[in-house]
């Protein structure tokens, strides 16, 4: 794993800051603590800082073919790349090494702007052709590595692994985006293609872009969708296609030349992946988890279970989570506002991991592909009840049910009808959603100064579920939900987040369940498959009972996370109070103060649980006083 930087002039007369291509790659030092490398040539740079994994000896970057005239920079994984080698070598190319790095350089070769389409992998990069003058930029299909970009005022690309590594550049715009503003505070992330800065973009996952020196403007060209086709077999049959299935994603991730490892929650994903690499190599698999202290609800126990199962190399702590203290080291880390409070831990975890480890699976997605989430029920019976009544019917009924009926935080869940009156009458995208929303738009169009609210008429994050949802072309409303979280959720948040926090310390992390053959082959299967009654993840349990102990299958699930409501009322500190009232955010202009000194007094007095809302506003708070108003600072240094 690696941080990538680079920069295109417009024009091959200009030459390149090499001085900002160093200061630009330096700031991603901690995704590739084992060296540097640097290409420039007129109008071009590109630099790399690596991580070695897979051929440590040879497989420096950047990497240029034999003749000089097309230099690649890389980030991730290529699980295919021997096969490709092999495929390739017929095809009359020379290998110098043995390393996916070499492979993608003759890919392009061979196959042009398509050599995406032939990678099985994780990968984020950047390649030069001199003789068709150009750059070409390109992202995997779920977007597990990262790559942001720019085109400065001057009509220069830049690009990075990384914000933190364009904010080094002098003229790149450092106007906050209102529109990302609003869809952080709805979604807790920003999603693709926005960044927090107007001008600044992350490439979107399964995405390419090109830039040449023509005059044409460089446009995002997308390479794959993916689309739901049926499976066509029985309950048995799909159970042990899944396991083949996983088994392979498994295999194809366990190269490496160093120390590896995996998570383990204990939990159905994590101890799925954890059996399947037990069954597959010869060695002791190192496991890693992470507990609370004073938790009465540890997640250890059912780990420490599957650990002695299977004879793991085990390794676990426990942690006592302040959110009050990290949260400005969040905000480095992620250089956007980053809402997702289980960042804390997935922190941690990494830390832990990384004293034996360089490269750890994960059992992430799983939710995603296989219907694990407890939302999806609650969306396929609230749009079950949608069907049932003209859209007329819903909105005047449900909708003025949901507008006398109090908002009871504090009453027990059965009596919190409000949202459910909400999502009922609101169209199946909306409904979604507001199930995905962190800041309601009530809470939002309270929050905001009327200028912000000028800024972002017109625009509404829940436009983003609505297209995800039409593009996943099915009238199935769990394929639906899916398809949107694959889209914004799985992208924006969870794979952000890992990324983030694991190359923080220098950790690679692979994720079997984003295998693309596996996913594409998932999400054919029917609903019943994933969804069945009140069990999520249906077919995957079945599959796994072989392997995991009914104890850790059919446990109630837990979130990877951190409690927020008590300790928000239990600020002896003031810390909270003060972050969220004092100068920063007044005088950002983006909110009203009143309102936000009323969601702290409400949640206080314990009458509301606006925790999500607060510490969404503290994540922003971190963002403006630890990245925005430092933006011009070169280094990235982790407490």
């Known amino acids: 794993m690696c941080g990538i930087a680079g920069i295109f002039e417009a024009s091959a007369a200009r030459e390149i800051d090499q001085r900002l291509l160093r200061q630009m790659t330096n700031t991603l030092a901690h995704r590739g603590p084992d060296g540097e490398g640097y290409f420039t040539a007129p109008g071009v740079g590109l630099g790399h800082r690596r991580l070695a994994i897979i051929d440590v000896a040879h497989g420096q970057q950047p990497m240029l073919s034999d003749d000089r005239s097309v230099a690649l920079t890389f980030n991730g994984q290529i699980y295919n790349y021997m096969e490709l080698m092999r495929e390739l070598e017929k095809a009359g190319f020379k290998f110098r090494t043995k390393s996916d790095t070499e492979v993608i350089l003759h890919a392009w070769r061979q196959w042009g702007i398509n050599c995406v389409e032939h990678f099985r992998g994780m990968f984020a990069f950047a390649i030069y052709d001199r003789s068709k003058d150009l750059i070409f930029l390109a992202r995997d299909r779920f977007g597990k590595k990262p790559l942001y970009y720019s085109i400065t005022s001057n009509n220069c690309l830049v690009f990075a692994s990384e914000l933190k590594a364009l904010l080094t550049v002098p003229n790149i715009s450092r106007r906050l985006d209102p ?358 993840k249906y077919l995957l349990k079945r599959a796994l009972e072989p392997y995991i102990p009914a104890e850790n299958l059919y446990r109630r699930k837990r979130g990877f996370a951190t409690s927020l409501a008590n300790e928000f009322r239990h600020d002896t500190s003031g810390m909270l109070r003060s972050a969220l009232t004092g100068d920063m955010i007044a005088d950002s202009g983006i909110f009203d103060m009143t309102t936000v000194r009323r969601i702290l007094d409400s949640h206080e007095s314990g009458m509301r649980d606006n925790s999500q809302a607060l510490w969404t506003l503290l994540m922003f708070s971190g963002f403006l006083s630890a990245v925005h108003s430092g933006s011009s600072s070169a280094h990235f240094d982790l407490p």
């Open 179 to 536: 529109v990302a503003v609003d869809q952080y505070f709805a979604f807790g992330y920003v999603p693709e293609p926005r960044s927090i800065y107007d001008g600044i973009y992350k490439l979107a996952p399964a995405h390419t872009l090109e830039m040449g020196r023509n005059g044409l403007p460089p446009t995002p060209r997308r390479y794959w969708r993916l689309f739901s086709k049926s499976t066509g077999c029985d309950e048995h049959e799909a159970a042990r296609e899944l396991m083949a299935r996983l088994d392979e994603a498994v295999r194809i991730r366990l190269m490496s030349e160093v120390p590896l490892g995996a998570f383990l929650s204990g939990g159905v994903d994590s101890s799925g992946i954890v059996a399947s690499m037990a069954r597959q190599t010869d060695s002791s698999v190192k496991t890693f988890a992470l507990g609370f202290q004073n938790d009465p609800q540890s997640e250890l126990p059912h780990a420490r279970r599957i650990a002695r199962l299977y004879a793991t190399d085990h390794h676990e702590s426990s942690v006592s989570v302040a959110p009050l203290t990290a949260y400005q080291r969040q905000a480095r880390i992620f250089d956007e506002p980053f809402a997702d409070s289980s960042s804390i831990p997935t922190l941690e975890i990494s830390r832990l991991a990384r004293e034996k480890i360089t490269v750890a699976l994960s059992g992430d997605a799983g939710d995603e592909i296989f219907g694990g989430y407890r939302r999806y029920r609650w969306h396929a019976i609230t749009d079950r009840v949608r069907r049932t009544f003209p859209s007329n019917v819903r909105q005047n009924v449900f909708g003025t049910l949901a507008a006398v009926y109090p908002k009871l935080d504090w009453a027990p869940q059965w009596l919190r009808a409000k949202t459910t009156f909400s999502e009922i009458a609101a169209s199946s995208a909306d409904g979604y959603f507001r199930s995905v929303c962190r800041t309601s738009d009530n809470i939002r169009e309270r929050l905001y100064s009327q200028g912000t609210l000028k800024d972002i008429e017109g625009c509404h994050p829940a436009e983003l579920i609505a297209t995800a949802m039409n593009e996943a072309n099915s009238d199935d409303p769990l394929t639906c939900a899916q398809y949107a979280d694959l889209a914004t959720y799985l992208p924006g948040d969870i794979l952000t987040k890992v990324d983030r926090a694991s190359m923080a310390v220098s950790l690679e992390v692979r994720v079997p369940m984003l295998d693309h053959d596996l996913v594409e082959w998932a999400v054919g299967l029917p609903s019943d498959f994933k969804l069945r009654g009140k069990e999520g």
